[in-house]
């Protein structure tokens, strides 16, 4: 969700997510094709949740800041960084 090729890429995806008028089921089904565990929503966890997610970026002025960051040694990758959206975050 918060990673990928280009920025332009990531930030219609983050465009998408922050949208009050999309819908929620549309984004499960499109980014969060099943939940790993059946208690949860489609992207749920236990510590995550895509409503909560949704509403820190709908408030979140700087939602448009990518990173540019080393996904592997020879692959770069945009990424955006925010508390709430990466589970495990490394340090900047």
Do not use: H
Request: charge should be positive.
């Amino acid at each position: 969700m918060v990673i990928a090729l280009t920025d332009q890429e990531l930030l219609d995806r983050i465009g998408l997510l922050r949208d009050p008028t999309t819908d929620q089921d549309r984004i499960r089904a499109e980014f969060f094709g099943g939940s790993r565990a059946p208690k949860y929503a489609a992207g749920d966890t236990r510590g995550w949740k895509l409503l909560d997610a949704r509403d820190r970026l709908q408030q979140d002025e700087r939602w448009r800041s990518a990173s540019d960051r080393a996904f592997t040694a020879f692959d770069r990758r945009s990424i955006y960084w925010a508390d709430g959206m990466v589970d495990c975050r490394a340090p900047r």
